[in-house]
């Protein structure tokens, strides 16, 4: 990327959110706002720099949770789409259950998962983050496997290609954009779930636990300043999603997609 179009990716949404936060201060300060209503983004600053061990330390659970779950769903989505694509009659079965256990909410599965384990173990938060980020991989990888142009297929099997051949040659390519359309997605989402699971018990240790504790406390800048820290979490899981995606797009370069076959 040539540093023209850097700027011109970089520096638009910078002046934006510089904009953004000048008029909240304002807005805050020329409305005379309580702090316990909306603070002033100048009272978050100050509670985010006064605090940074506590909130490194709880983004670092978070972030673990949030890294192992995504790691781990990864993985076994991109396997069980593969069994999927191979067994016609396995992906009508799985497929709509899939969907249903997809739609059960995450409260419910958490304290399911909390039940399991000890209060104290990390395990159901990992657990929950695993669930919501197979069904995102497996979906979208599955689609990759099976929506292959009908002219590569023709054209692999005119050579007499072996199924191997053709899966390494075509299905794979094929996948992988939507596997990571499918990262993009996942890895925000896996720090969101991991907030949520937080949240809902387990030990008293990450970004949602403190949030929502220093509101009820009418700490309210400081639950910002976490805020600060959960999004700069967020903000770094999708940058690196999309910095693995440049990678493997430079080293393969065009790749087919899309058509169905």
Not at 2 to 22: D, E, I, K, N, Q
Not at 52 to 61: D, Q, T
């Amino acid at each position: 990327m040539s540093v023209r179009r850097l700027l011109v990716t970089v520096v638009p949404p910078a002046m934006f959110g510089v904009l953004f936060v000048v008029a909240w201060e304002a807005t805050v300060k020329g409305f005379d706002l309580k702090p316990y209503f909306l603070p002033a983004p100048s009272a978050i600053w100050d509670a985010f720099v006064d605090n940074p061990g506590l909130i490194r330390s709880a983004a670092f659970v978070s972030g673990s949770n949030a890294l192992v779950g995504l790691v781990a769903g990864t993985l076994l989505g991109v396997a069980a789409s593969f069994l999927l694509m191979r067994f016609n009659l396995l992906n009508e079965l799985v497929s709509p259950l899939a969907v249903a256990l997809n739609a059960i909410p995450i409260v419910v599965l958490v304290a399911v998962f909390q039940n399991m384990y000890a209060s104290t173990s990390e395990i159901p938060r990992r657990l929950m983050v695993t669930l919501i980020v197979f069904f995102i991989v497996l979906t979208n990888v599955a689609k990759g496997l099976r929506q292959v142009h009908a002219t590569h297929l023709e054209l692999m099997r005119s050579y007499a290609a072996s199924p191997t051949m053709i899966l390494l040659k075509t299905r794979i390519p094929n996948a992988l954009p939507y596997l990571f359309t499918a990262l993009k997605i996942a890895a925000p989402t896996a720090v969101i779930t991991a907030f949520v699971s937080e949240y809902f018990g387990g030990r008293q240790n990450g970004l949602g636990y403190f949030i929502p504790s220093n509101f009820a406390n009418s700490k309210t800048a400081v639950a910002w300043a976490y805020v600060i820290g959960a999004c700069l979490l967020g903000l770094a899981f999708y940058l690196v999603s999309i910095a693995l995606e440049a990678i493997t797009t430079h080293r393969r370069g065009s790749v087919p997609g899309g058509a169905t076959a």
